[in-house]
């Protein structure tokens, strides 16, 4: 055989497992979370966030915004001293994080089976230097 078959055979091959591999990967979630505090910010994430009563009130104030929310839920520390406890009938944690005018917040969501609630945002009064 020939060099310029073999390297057919060897392109058309390398072609098949290109489109094989991207047809088993498309449109599923790949990224890899291993760390807790990823997997749990992950697992909110993806899940339709719900507003209460009281946290409505808080983001209708002009010292946080839902850009905050989103920002906490994508870079915030899940506390889970306080986190992780059963509550009606999902799991309550409090995320801390920062908002666009580095004060720190604490969230707490409930975290259900199919949904997730902002129950309330509570405001930190000390600022940290924040990068």
Same mark, same amino acid.
């Given at each position: 055989?020939?060099?310029? #078959?073999?390297?057919?055979?060897?392109?058309?091959? @390398?072609?098949?497992?290109?489109? /094989?591999?991207?047809?088993?990967?498309?449109?599923?979630? =790949?990224?890899?979370?291993? /760390?807790?505090? $990823?997997?749990?910010?992950?697992?909110?994430? *993806? &899940?339709?966030? !719900?507003?209460?009563? $009281?946290?409505?009130? !808080?983001?209708?104030?002009?010292?946080?915004?839902? +850009?905050? +929310?989103?920002? =906490?839920? *994508?870079?915030?520390? %899940?506390?889970?001293?306080?986190?992780?406890?059963?509550? $009606?009938?999902?799991?309550?944690?409090? +995320? $801390?994080?920062? *908002?666009?005018? &580095?004060? =720190?917040? #604490?969230?707490?969501? @409930?975290?259900?089976? *199919?949904?997730? %609630?902002?129950?309330?945002? @509570?405001? %930190? &009064?000390? &600022? !940290?230097? %924040?990068?």
């Amino acid at each position: 055989m020939k060099f310029y #078959q073999r390297l057919a055979y060897y392109s058309f091959g @390398v072609l098949l497992g290109a489109l /094989f591999v991207a047809f088993v990967l498309t449109g599923k979630d =790949t990224r890899c979370s291993y /760390f807790p505090n $990823e997997r749990v910010l992950n697992n909110i994430r *993806t &899940k339709p966030l !719900k507003y209460s009563l $009281e946290a409505s009130r !808080k983001l209708a104030e002009d010292w946080i915004d839902t +850009i905050d +929310i989103k920002n =906490t839920l *994508t870079y915030g520390d %899940v506390d889970f001293d306080k986190s992780n406890v059963k509550y $009606e009938d999902g799991k309550l944690y409090w +995320i $801390e994080g920062y *908002t666009t005018l &580095k004060d =720190t917040i #604490q969230l707490k969501i @409930v975290n259900y089976e *199919t949904r997730a %609630v902002l129950e309330d945002i @509570v405001r %930190v &009064k000390t &600022k !940290k230097n %924040v990068p």
